[in-house]
């Protein structure tokens, strides 16, 4: 009996541990980083083909697309997201510093992707 307690209490402290690791802001940066990381060389390639079909003027196509998939990793934790989508006028201005963030790194008119 007193196995089966011990052992129900390490199941319970390690159930408890998982839980507070979920929650952690460390371990969900860890998951986003571990998500771009699988982007990354794919989006590299896209990027790699637009900067040789002369769509993006970029030199370093694989630095670009980690520092791009940093951005959108990192959505969850901006200080001002949760503002900005509260309302439609909030969402269309977040949205359109996105487009330009993005069209400034690709060295593309910004215009191109507000259309």
Excluded: W
Aim: hydrophobic content about 40%; glycine content about 6%.
């Amino acid at each position: 009996m007193r196995l089966k307690t011990e052992f129900q209490q390490s199941r319970h402290e390690f159930a408890a541990y998982l839980g507070m690791l979920m929650k952690s802001d460390f371990t969900l940066y860890k998951y986003y980083l571990l998500q771009a990381q699988n982007y990354l060389d794919p989006f590299a390639q896209i990027l790699e083909q637009g900067r040789a079909e002369g769509l993006f003027a970029i030199q370093y196509p694989r630095e670009t697309a980690d520092i791009l998939l940093r951005t959108a990793t990192s959505f969850p934790q901006s200080v001002l997201l949760a503002d900005c989508l509260a309302d439609e006028a909030g969402q269309q201005r977040y949205t359109l510093s996105l487009k330009q963030v993005i069209a400034g790194t690709l060295g593309i008119d910004v215009r191109e992707l507000c259309s």
